[in-house]
């Protein structure tokens, strides 16, 4: 964490706090796009065209208009938006998840009024004598807080994350409200059942809301890296912390993707321990932070540390899914197509009524994913496509009306993460042995 901005915040904006007016602000947004896909379908009418309703709800322009709305509202509708950025084209067009990636860059923040008046609900109407300073314009806003720095009375310079209100009130009827979005008709098979994944979003963003249970994840993550000099975790504030504030101490840091220009040993040493990192949460730990968003990663002002953030999407990982995942590991490096196929159903990424052919596809879509973890030697990301192959693969699997099954979340949250860390590695142009990192952890 930095107290001078990485890149400029939006503009100040306030956050709608009430039941009432999130659902009015997103009835807004359903009904814009709704307009713009009328305008667009009758202008391609008069050039001749009939194009389909997905075509005209998934539109860039459609895509613009969401991304925009979710970011005003943030709160679990602007996180969703986050997910749905990460999907691998299972049920958006590359297009729109493209522009919906707009919602991993800063929101907007809430005015300083609006923020005067949660932290003297939270922290009572004296709370500016707890302080020598307080920044009032935050360095950093998402989509369920945003960070400011102060100083406490004694010199100790802290973080201090505010939550947006409502927020976590709000959690239940945003997801519910944006799934309505998603149901349009076309948008999704009309036999596809998307309440599991609704119900373990709901449940996952009520975890990240809890700010409580984050200063808890802080410490047990530092407890699993205490002897790991790679990476630093800040420590919680307890005496500061409450349920919508949290208090941790300040790190000097700068953006992960400020290694992107460095020198090419920092980087691929940055970028082998996050994916050893994300391996050890998987196989040893049996719990993951599962954002990858890049702004959750910065590094020490020289380069040679990596300060994690954001411990609010944790999440457990149970010993047989570990145990699974390792069978599963162990198939794809042999490359062997019926281990996969056996091991992957037993995760759920299909069931024994799904076609043969969508059985093949996701089988091998997992095989050509598991290509730099069977290289020998380092893994050039920075002249890798297989993000936008897999992405292909995925939108045209996707586009298939008669798949209907939908994998279970743990898998979901966790291709997120593996995603997102692939992407970072190919912004950072690093070069990593992927196969030395998952040796150890071979069945």
């Not at 935050?138 to 989509?143: D, I, K, L, R, V």
């Not at 963003?205 to 407890?223: G, K, M, P």
């Not at 020198?263 to 050893?276: F, K, N, V």
């Amino acid at each position: 964490m930095n107290s001078t901005l990485d890149r400029p915040l939006p503009r100040f904006s306030a956050v709608p706090s009430s039941r009432p007016g999130r659902l009015l602000r997103l009835g807004g947004i359903a009904a814009g796009i709704a307009g713009g896909a009328v305008t667009d379908g009758l202008r391609q009418l008069a050039q001749g065209r009939r194009p389909g309703l997905p075509e005209l709800l998934l539109a860039p322009a459609q895509a613009m208009r969401l991304a925009s709305g979710l970011a005003g509202l943030r709160g679990a509708a602007m996180k969703l938006g986050q997910m749905l950025s990460l999907d691998p084209g299972l049920v958006l067009p590359k297009e729109a998840a493209a522009l919906l990636a707009q919602l991993q860059e800063a929101a907007p923040p809430m005015p300083p009024p609006q923020l005067e008046r949660v932290l003297a609900r939270v922290w009572g109407t004296g709370w500016r004598a707890r302080f020598k300073s307080f920044e009032m314009r935050p360095f950093a806003a998402a989509s369920i807080g945003q960070v400011h720095h102060a100083e406490t009375l004694d010199g100790q310079r802290l973080a201090i994350k505010v939550q947006y209100p409502g927020v976590r009130a709000s959690i239940d009827s945003d997801v519910d409200n944006i799934a309505t979005l998603l149901r349009l008709p076309g948008l999704l098979p009309r036999e596809m059942d998307i309440s599991p994944l609704l119900s373990a979003a709901k449940a996952q963003l009520h975890a990240e809301a809890d700010y409580a249970a984050e200063a808890a994840q802080l410490r047990a993550f530092s407890d699993f890296l205490r002897d790991d000099p790679r990476f630093i975790v800040p420590a919680p504030v307890t005496a500061l912390s409450t349920p919508e504030v949290l208090a941790m101490e300040f790190v000097d840091s700068r953006p992960i993707a400020s290694l992107a220009t460095a020198e090419p040993s920092p980087r691929d040493a940055a970028m082998t321990a996050l994916i050893d990192l994300t391996l050890r949460e998987l196989f040893v730990f049996g719990t993951m932070q599962t954002d990858p968003n890049p702004g959750n990663f910065r590094v020490t002002p020289d380069g040679g540390r990596i300060v994690l953030l954001d411990f609010g999407a944790v999440r457990p990982i149970a010993p047989e899914l570990q145990a699974s995942f390792r069978a599963l590991l162990a198939a794809g490096l042999d490359a062997d197509h019926q281990a996969s196929r056996a091991a992957m159903q037993t995760i759920g990424y299909f069931d024994a009524a799904t076609a043969p052919r969508h059985q093949d596809a996701i089988v091998d879509m997992f095989l050509r994913a598991m290509a730099p973890l069977r290289q020998r030697g380092p893994c050039d990301f920075a002249h890798h496509d297989l993000l936008a192959e897999l992405r292909d693969r995925g939108l045209a699997l996707g586009l298939d009306r008669d798949l209907t099954h939908v994998p279970p979340a743990s898998t979901l949250f966790l291709h997120r993460k593996i995603g997102g860390l692939y992407l970072l590695a190919t912004q950072l142009r690093a070069k990593v042995d992927c196969a030395a990192c998952v040796a150890p952890y071979r069945a």
